[in-house]
């Protein structure tokens, strides 16, 4: 089987997740919390990117600078029961003045 010539690091970008059955799982490897994400909620924070490049575009709330621990979930069924999405609620936009004297 021969090797496909586009490069490798060319990745897996979040809207190859978009099946409705797969989700992001982000730990964080200093404060070990674990916190799932629908990847349609993830584009709209980040864009349509690597999923791999999320360990570093992502940031736990426990302000550690650790590189977070990424990998997609297809949980099984009593899995996927008791499992707890994290969801997006809003983005917040913050306004930055820009000044110029004339
Ligand atoms: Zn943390």
Not at 7 to 20: A, E, H, I, R
Not at 37 to 45: E, Q, R
Request: proline share 7%; glycine share 8%; net charge positive.
């Amino acid at each position: 089987m021969p090797e496909p010539y586009w490069p490798k690091t060319k990745g897996y970008v979040l809207s190859n997740l978009n099946d409705g059955q797969r989700f992001v799982r982000i730990r964080c490897p200093s404060c070990k919390r674990t916190h799932h994400y629908f990847p349609t909620d993830l584009i709209a924070v980040v864009g349509d990117v690597d999923v791999d490049s999320l360990m570093y575009r992502m940031k736990c709330g426990c302000g550690g600078s650790h590189v977070l621990d990424v990998t997609t979930v297809i949980p099984s069924g009593s899995e996927a029961v008791g499992l707890k999405i994290r969801r997006l609620v809003a983005i917040k936009v913050k306004r930055v003045p820009v000044w110029k004297d004339d």
